[in-house]
C-alpha cells in the first residue's frame, strides 16, 4: 500500500507499532481519499501512535493579554504541516475490535486525518479546498446552518447524536460530521441532508 510506503509510524509511551497497527490505522486514514487520490495527504509524513489518551499543554493568551495554560488530555492530534496523533485505544474502537454500537459512527482516524485535509489551504476552519465547480456558498450555507443548531441543542443540554466536542469550533464540526458520514451514512444522511450532499461532492462517494 502506498500509504504505508510514505508514511511513518513511531511508538510513544513504550508501545510498539506493529503491521497490523499500521494496517489497521492506514485502512481507516485512506478511506475518505479513496476517490481523491494520496496526493490529498502529501506534505508530511508522520503518524506517532500512543497506547491510550495523551497530555498535550495548552497556551492561551486572552484579550487582556492574560497567558493561561492547561492540559488537554486527547485520543488525536492533527499537527499544521506535522505529524497526526493516534491514541491505538481509540482506534481500535473506530476499527471494530472495541466499544460498543454507540461508537459506531466515532473514528478518531477519520477525525484526524479529516483536520489534515481541512489545513490544506493553511488553517483548520470547516473549509476544506473545494473541487471546481463546487459551490463555496452552498457549503458554508449548510455547515453554517448544522453547525449553529448544533451549538444551540449543545447550550440547551439536550442529547445530541453527534459528539458535542462538534461544538468546539466549526473545524470540529467538519471533523465529527465526516466521521459520522463514513461510520453512519444514513444517519448522517436522514439528520444533515444539506451536509451530506456537500461532503458527498467533496469526498466524491455515497457510502449510504
Known amino acids: 500500500m502506498l500509504f504505508l510506503a510514505e508514511k511513518q509510524f513511531a511508538g ?10 499500521r494496517v489497521a490505522i492506514a485502512a481507516q486514514a485512506c478511506l475518505p481519499i479513496l476517490e481523491l487520490g494520496l496526493d490529498w495527504y502529501a506534505g508530511w509524513t ?7 489518551d495523551f497530555r498535550v ?3 492561551e493568551v486572552d484579550e487582556d493579554g492574560v ?8 485520543a488525536g492530534e492533527a499537527m499544521p504541516g506535522g505529524p497526526v496523533v493516534i491514541s491505538w485505544d481509540a482506534a481500535q474502537v ?9 461508537d ?11 483536520h489534515k485535509l481541512d489545513m490544506l489551504d493553511g488553517v483548520a476552519d470547516g473549509l476544506p479546498p473545494l473541487h471546481p465547480g463546487m459551490d463555496r456558498r452552498a457549503w458554508t450555507r449548510v455547515f453554517e446552518e448544522a453547525y449553529e443548531g448544533f451549538c444551540d441543542a449543545v447550550e440547551r443540554g439536550s442529547d445530541t447524536w453527534l459528539d458535542p466536542y462538534a461544538a468546539e469550533h466549526p473545524a470540529e464540526f ?32 455515497d457510502p449510504g
Not at 510513544?12 to 497497527?21: K, L, Y
Not at 471494530?96 to 454500537?101: D, I, M
Not at 459506531?104 to 479529516?114: G, Y
Open 46 to 52: 508522520g503518524i506517532v501512535v500512543y497506547p491510550g
Open 104 to 114: 459506531l459512527h466515532i473514528n478518531v482516524v477519520i477525525h484526524e486525518f479529516a
Open 57 to 59: 499543554q495548552r497556551t
Open 94 to 102: 473506530a476499527s471494530g475490535s472495541r466499544g460498543s454500537l454507540d
Open 174 to 205: 467538519f471533523a465529527v460530521i465526516s466521521e459520522a458520514f463514513f461510520e453512519d451514512p444514513a444517519e448522517t444522511r436522514r439528520r444533515y441532508p444539506g451536509v451530506y450532499e456537500q461532503l458527498k461532492l467533496f469526498y466524491r462517494q
Open 67 to 74: 497567558v493561561h495554560e492547561w492540559d488537554d488530555e486527547l
Open 12 to 21: 510513544a509511551h513504550g508501545i510498539e507499532v506493529t503491521d497490523e497497527m
